[in-house]
């Protein structure tokens, strides 16, 4: 099992940036996968961003290059770098962490909110 907690949530303007973190309480190195879900009031839960152990990454089509996310061995902590923000970018966004071994589990953090005003 692994807390989660996010941090660099908060308002902006259309066109800003933000860092999100999701640092966890172990090492990360045995997650196979970390990733971003957002949702929005009154919208599916969606799947923003994730990385792979191996280092691969995918993006929901939406954010595809404005959004980078990545994960920092050495910290414990993932990050999503998010530029050129939409007000559409507007939700709370959790990170989860996907473990396969002993047994399969994802574990999640409790969520930030991100606000972009037009």
């Known amino acids: 099992q692994v807390q989660l907690v996010e941090s660099g949530g908060g308002l902006v303007q259309a066109g800003g940036s933000l860092r999100l973190s999701c640092a966890a309480s172990?090492?990360?190195?045995?997650?196979?996968?970390m990733g971003w879900y957002r949702q929005a009031p009154g919208k599916q839960r969606e799947l923003v961003a994730q990385?792979?152990?191996?280092?691969?990454?995918n993006y929901v089509d939406s954010v595809k290059g404005r959004f980078t996310i990545s994960r920092d061995n050495a910290k414990n902590t993932m990050y999503l770098q998010m530029n050129s923000l939409k007000p559409e970018d507007t939700a709370v966004y959790s990170c989860?962490?996907?473990?396969?071994?002993?047994?399969?589990?994802?574990?999640w953090g409790q969520g930030t909110q991100v606000t972009v005003s037009s």
């Open positions: 172990r090492s990360i190195v045995s997650i196979n996968a």
């Open positions: 989860y962490a996907r473990t396969n071994w002993p047994t399969p589990r994802v574990d």
């Open positions: 990385v792979i152990s191996g280092g691969s990454t």
